[in-house]
């Protein structure tokens, strides 16, 4: 068996003394591909510092919606540096979040930024991975009149599993992390249920959210053969298929080869 985490954060502080040994326990659990996320301009060059030392890891560049204070043109330009750099898979992660941002002029701001980097990943001929946080609409709205023509996975899918299929029109792909094996997470269980096959992927979204039986503990990538586990039995697949399926779909978003 293999597996891929397709979101995770070993570029986090949680990891800081530690990540090497992560990525080990992973490649021990059968995890071959890993893609870790910059929230920030300082988090991507750690993320592609990550990349540049193993094989099968790769990185995202981006700047969250919760990280935005201080944000120019100087910073996407950083990014579209960053970006050059053969480890890079996409612009991520980015997107809006009115969950921790109430303020209606906080989240004029965020979709000023969420649109200037997905310009950027139109640039860059890259796709991209979006938080969407109590934001189910306007995510759809902009990604409608703003295309990631290169496409894109809204990571740790959290919309309702009615939204989905509008976004899947859009051509984009979903990330599914921890919470789908927590034992009353309904909704969670039912999008993964009406995803399109060739849409889904495997995630932690790691140091957060970590699966049963592992909730409450400090998440890695170790932990994802969980996650496909339980993508399998509601998908009522086997296991062997349901890997197959998700490292297709990640080689074909990304443009992995390996």
């Known amino acids: 068996m293999s ?34 996320v910059g929230w920030d ?14 094989s099968g890891v790769y990185a995202m ?16 330009a950083e990014l579209s540096e960053l970006a050059k750099e053969k480890e890079v898979i996409a612009i991520g992660e980015i997107g809006l979040d009115y969950h921790w941002f109430k ?14 980097q997905i310009a950027l ?5 890259l796709p991209i991975s979006i938080h969407a946080r109590d934001a189910s609409q306007d995510t759809l ?20 599993p009615e939204m989905l299929p509008y976004f899947a029109k859009l051509g984009l792909y979903f990330g599914f992390d921890g919470p789908i094996t927590f034992k009353n997470s309904k909704a969670p269980k039912e999008a993964v249920r009406v995803c399109p096959d060739d849409r889904i992927l495997s995630e932690t979204d790691c140091p957060y959210m970590a699966p049963t039986p592992n909730r409450g503990k400090r998440n890695e990538p170790a932990y994802i053969p969980l996650i ?3 993508m399998a039995r509601i998908k009522e697949k086997s ?7 998700i490292e297709e779909n990640f080689k074909r978003l990304f443009h992995v080869k390996q």
Do not use: T
């Not at 397709?6 to 040994?21: I, M, T, V």
């Not at 560049?61 to 996407?76: A, F, R, W, Y």
């Open 103 to 116: 303020e209606p002029e906080e989240h004029e701001n965020q979709k000023v930024w969420f649109k200037r």
């Open 228 to 230: 496909v586990e339980e």
């Open 3 to 36: 597996y891929l985490d397709s979101h995770c954060h070993l570029n986090d502080e949680a990891f800081l003394e530690d990540y090497e040994e992560a990525i080990k326990r992973a490649l021990d659990n059968g995890v071959r591909f890993l893609c870790v």
């Open 141 to 160: 709205n902009i990604l409608k009149e703003n295309v990631p023509q290169y496409g894109g996975v809204l990571h740790c899918y959290s919309a309702s």
């Open 239 to 245: 296991l062997e298929e349901m890997e197959q399926i």
């Open 121 to 125: 990943a139109n640039e860059l001929h």
């Open 41 to 54: 301009v300082e988090s991507s060059k750690k993320a592609v510092e990550i990349a540049k030392k193993h």
């Open 61 to 76: 560049v981006g700047i969250h919606p919760e990280n935005l204070e201080g944000i120019s043109e100087n910073s996407i």
